[in-house]
């Protein structure tokens, strides 16, 4: 899809349930007082970056422009997906392993335009909606298999979903990339991006007021074109999701939390 038809299909994509206005009015709301009055601009940083994205779009939403900056001065990136993305209503076994495969053609090509080659792209295949409710040993292999992720590329800066993001795989990733670290035994610094936390929480009561002192935007603007491409690569997931959440990706800058280590 080109840019153009994409951004016309967002024209449709405004809000139109009552419920979706309201959220739109009030992520929007949300995200321009933080803006304004909460965040603190940071500097785009040097340093090697491990994302790791519970579906095949997080990343893209959440960290696209900080990608493609990133890559633009030829800093590795590496992309981790731990779900297989296959969780999206389809209940016959060849329609969802259709959509695994769509996601995960759609996570290479969103990727590939951001400037992350597939040799540091992996997919950890969890069944989609299930990573906080594994098993104990197969919870242990994940995070093994994510501690030795993170022994062998050395990240400097590890990206995840924020603890509160308001969905089960994101938060889970979040414990699961947070309990790896030690057994990796490496220092990183651990940054959170949120994807959901604007839309579906209610901020004020949710987040402490330490969670909003964490806060600080990255300007993306000379990637935004880019990261605009890169989301127009799921096609899938576009249609899929609420009306008007698109909107507040489509902006120059990209929000994150710094995490206590
Ligand atoms: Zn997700």
Same mark, same amino acid.
């Given at each position: 899809m080109s840019i153009k038809k994409y951004l016309q299909s967002l024209q449709k994509l405004l809000p139109n349930t009552l419920l979706e206005q309201i959220q739109y009015l009030h992520s929007s709301l949300l995200l321009r007082w933080i803006l304004s009055s909460k965040s603190q601009p940071v500097a785009f940083s040097q340093k090697s970056a491990m994302v790791f994205s519970p579906h095949q779009d997080d990343e893209t939403f959440g960290c696209g422009g900080l990608i493609a900056l990133k890559r633009e001065y030829g800093i590795p990136v590496v992309v981790i997906f731990? &779900? @297989? #993305? #296959?969780? &999206? #209503? $389809? &209940?016959e076994p060849n329609s969802q392993n259709q959509i695994i495969q769509i996601r995960k053609q759609e996570a290479l090509t969103a990727l590939g335009i951001l400037g992350v080659p597939s040799s540091a792209i992996h997919f950890l295949e969890k069944p989609d909606g299930t990573l906080l409710n594994l098993k104990n040993q197969e919870r242990q292999q994940t995070i093994t298999r994510i501690a030795e992720l993170l022994q062998k590329y050395q990240p400097e800066e590890v990206y995840v979903p924020h $603890?509160? @993001?308001?969905h089960r795989d994101h938060e889970a990733t979040y414990e699961l990339v947070k309990e790896a670290i030690p057994q990796a035994k490496i220092t990183v610094e651990l940054i959170q991006y949120p994807i959901w936390l604007f839309w579906r929480a209610p901020l004020f009561i949710m987040l402490k007021l330490q969670d909003i002192a964490a806060v600080y935007h990255l300007s993306i603007a000379p990637v935004q074109d880019k990261k605009h491409r890169a989301i127009s690569s799921y096609c899938s997931q576009i249609q899929s999701l609420p009306s008007g959440f698109i909107q507040r990706f489509l902006g120059s800058t990209e929000i994150f939390f710094k995490s206590e280590s």
């Open positions: 731990l &779900t @297989d #993305g #296959g969780s &999206t #209503g $389809h &209940t $603890h509160k @993001d308001c």
